[in-house]
């Protein structure tokens, strides 16, 4: 594991769409793997601007979910509409350059991406209670690649369903990458920030490995890179 603290939100944003775009100028076909969210809003930022102006140069990098739900009456996929507002959609990226996790693709997917050549690097975040992609305290099973979830009400993060589907039409399952399918990405990243995140940060890093708090697994890998803000390493 490598860890490196910088000393804002803007240093991490940095740093993370250089080790990104890093990847994607190489002379190769790359495949990568990217959160939504607040954390990398700036990164992406960052990226946009590039991708815009080098998209030829980027023409042979993919993109790929590590999660995915289908809520509402249209079966609105939720990371693709993130991912599209956020990144896809401003920077222009080809739809054949997207390779969607689907509620009906997910049991090919980690045998899709070895076909690929596998995920050369994959930018995650770190949740509040621990989780990282879809892996939820309690439900979460280390055993697992790409897989399907039950969403039920015994799970503590239950409510945060409530809240994605205020209309009460909750989705039965999700699909989320493993940690078996984690494993296999040749270099895993990281990024968090903000003081809210410092208490999760010290647990991750203390904790003996339990589903409770799915992140602590994620030491496990042979390639991690952690980038921290201050505020975010300010327990350490």
Same mark, same amino acid.
């Given at each position: 594991m490598k860890k490196i603290a910088?000393?804002?939100?803007?240093?991490?944003s940095q740093l993370m769409a250089s080790i990104l775009l890093g990847e994607m100028v190489?002379?190769?076909?790359?495949n990568i793997s990217i959160t939504g969210g607040s954390t990398p809003i700036r990164t992406f930022e960052i990226m946009i601007e590039k991708y815009k102006t080098m998209?030829?140069?980027?023409?042979? *990098?993919y993109?790929?979910?590590f999660d995915n739900a289908e809520i509402g009456e249209d079966k609105k996929s939720t990371t693709n509409t993130l991912l599209n507002n956020q990144f896809y959609g401003p920077a222009g990226v080809d739809s054949k350059n997207i390779k969607l996790? *689907?509620?009906?693709?997910?049991?090919?997917y980690d045998q899709m991406i070895k076909e690929d050549g596998g995920l050369d690097i994959m930018m995650i975040g770190l949740g509040l209670n621990g989780h990282f992609c879809g892996n939820e305290p309690y439900s979460t099973d280390f055993s697992k690649g790409t897989h399907r979830v039950k969403i039920d009400k015994k799970y503590p993060w239950y409510s945060v369903w409530e809240d994605i589907c205020p209309d009460g039409n909750i989705p039965e399952y999700y699909v989320t990458m493993g940690f078996k399918s984690?494993?296999?990405?040749?270099?895993l990243v990281l990024i968090v920030n903000g003081r809210a995140k410092a208490e999760v940060v010290k647990k991750m890093l203390s904790l003996d490995i339990t589903n409770e708090f799915p992140?602590?697994?994620?030491?496990?890998?042979p390639?991690?890179?952690i980038i921290l803000d201050k505020e975010a390493a300010s327990k350490l």
């Open positions: 910088v000393d804002t939100y803007e240093d991490m190489k002379d190769k076909r790359s998209k030829e140069v980027f023409s042979d *990098t993109f790929y979910n996790l *689907t509620m009906n693709n997910y049991d090919q984690l494993l296999k990405v040749k270099h992140s602590t697994a994620l030491l496990l890998h390639n991690l890179t």
